[in-house]
């Protein structure tokens, strides 16, 4: 079993910034893909980014050029910096993690409990 732990939401004007962090642990041999989704209320759960085990990364068009996502492999962590945050980008953050687990040839596709970011206007 893997497990995802984030952290770093809360509340912040428009125009501020915060970083997410979601750490993975358990029974991990390889983690492919990390990435972040949001939903807000009365919307359906949106990629925000991801990235995957050789650095390549995704963004939404809402999200490109305010935020940026990054991973550190060793620590099976990915993280989430967000500038220039808009009232639109208040949702409940999750982190996703996917890849190989022991036992041998099990794989995982794991979230996050969500966090939740408020950005006001």
């Known amino acids: 079993q893997v497990q995802l732990v984030e952290s770093g939401g809360g509340l912040v004007q428009a125009g501020g910034s915060l970083r997410l962090s979601c750490a993975a642990s358990?029974?991990?041999?390889?983690?492919?893909?990390m990435g972040w989704y949001r939903q807000a209320p009365g919307k359906q759960r949106e990629l925000v980014a991801n990235i995957i085990s050789g650095g390549s990364t995704t963004y939404a068009d809402s999200v490109k050029g305010r935020f940026t996502i990054s991973r550190d492999n060793a620590k099976n962590t990915v993280y989430l910096q967000m500038n220039s945050l808009k009232p639109e980008d208040t949702a409940v953050y999750y982190c996703n993690a996917q890849g190989r687990r022991r036992p041998l040839p099990g794989t995982f596709d794991s979230w996050g409990q969500g966090t939740q970011v408020t950005v006001s206007s």
């Open positions: 358990g029974s991990i041999l390889s983690i492919n893909v």
